[in-house]
């Protein structure tokens, strides 16, 4: 039931020392495509007045969170979701952050439209942050030789799959209302993106 990720339990600590320089003091987090649930449970304990919402479009992913949910007794992760952010309505409604780790490049192009559109209309002007993490390439250019060699062997499993530029990325935030405000590098060649909402994104407002 509860499956463990070797990346996730080095990753969460150095996700939640950035997310600590980040967050205010409470908030509403959705985390799309939480995995196996080790980094939800981190942040809930870090970040206890925040609520935290954990999903995936995986029911085997749906059963591990919810084994470390319970297990951690956290009152303030909810029950988690099945959400694929390619389909909406996503069955949540307003939130102040949505992060989403190490999804973007093991996932099809059209998934990170989703997750910037989707994460728009449902952030607070001004307020609202999206955070994603995971390895990027910059102007073109992927480095070290690790993150080329994943970069091939994710583009072997799947020809859709594969490490996204800053410069993609940054387009699609401007397109969706919201802005790149801040880039911290992490571990193991990975960066954590933050994405700040820049104007009045059309808000979606739908039964829970
Ligand atoms: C490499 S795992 C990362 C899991 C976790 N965030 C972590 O870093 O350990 C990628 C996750 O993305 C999820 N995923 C793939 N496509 C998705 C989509 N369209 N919408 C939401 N999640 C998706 C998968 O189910 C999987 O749990």
Same mark, same amino acid.
């Given at each position: 039931m509860k499956r463990h990720s070797p990346s996730a339990e080095r990753n969460k600590g150095p996700i939640g020392d950035v997310l600590g320089h980040v967050l205010s003091a409470s908030g509403r987090a959705l985390e799309v &495509? #939480? !995995? #196996? !649930?080790q980094h939800v449970v981190e942040l809930a304990r870090r970040f206890p007045s925040w609520s935290w919402q954990p999903t995936d479009p995986d029911p085997d992913a749906i059963a591990s969170i919810e084994a470390y949910r319970t297990e951690s007794e956290h009152l303030n992760i909810r029950p988690a979701l099945r959400l694929? *952010?390619? *389909?909406? %309505?996503? %069955? *949540?409604? &307003? *939130?102040d952050l949505v992060l989403a780790i190490n999804m973007i490049h093991i996932a099809p192009f059209e998934a990170a439209v989703a997750l910037f559109g989707g994460a728009a209309r449902r952030l607070p002007p001004k307020e609202g942050l999206l955070v994603t993490y995971g390895p990027y390439s910059e102007n073109g250019v992927l480095e070290p030789e690790s993150n080329r060699a994943f970069d091939r062997s994710l583009r072997d499993r799947n020809p859709a799959w594969g490490i996204r530029d800053l410069t993609e990325l940054d387009r699609l935030a401007t397109t969706s209302g919201l802005e790149r405000t801040e880039t911290f590098e992490m571990p193991a060649n990975n960066r954590l993106l933050v994405f700040r909402c820049v104007g009045a994104a059309s808000s979606v407002t739908q039964a829970t």
């Amino acid at each position: 039931m509860k499956r463990h990720s070797p990346s996730a339990e080095r990753n969460k600590g150095p996700i939640g020392d950035v997310l600590g320089h980040v967050l205010s003091a409470s908030g509403r987090a959705l985390e799309v &495509a #939480s !995995g #196996s !649930g080790q980094h939800v449970v981190e942040l809930a304990r870090r970040f206890p007045s925040w609520s935290w919402q954990p999903t995936d479009p995986d029911p085997d992913a749906i059963a591990s969170i919810e084994a470390y949910r319970t297990e951690s007794e956290h009152l303030n992760i909810r029950p988690a979701l099945r959400l694929d *952010v390619c *389909v909406e %309505p996503w %069955p *949540v409604d &307003a *939130v102040d952050l949505v992060l989403a780790i190490n999804m973007i490049h093991i996932a099809p192009f059209e998934a990170a439209v989703a997750l910037f559109g989707g994460a728009a209309r449902r952030l607070p002007p001004k307020e609202g942050l999206l955070v994603t993490y995971g390895p990027y390439s910059e102007n073109g250019v992927l480095e070290p030789e690790s993150n080329r060699a994943f970069d091939r062997s994710l583009r072997d499993r799947n020809p859709a799959w594969g490490i996204r530029d800053l410069t993609e990325l940054d387009r699609l935030a401007t397109t969706s209302g919201l802005e790149r405000t801040e880039t911290f590098e992490m571990p193991a060649n990975n960066r954590l993106l933050v994405f700040r909402c820049v104007g009045a994104a059309s808000s979606v407002t739908q039964a829970t």
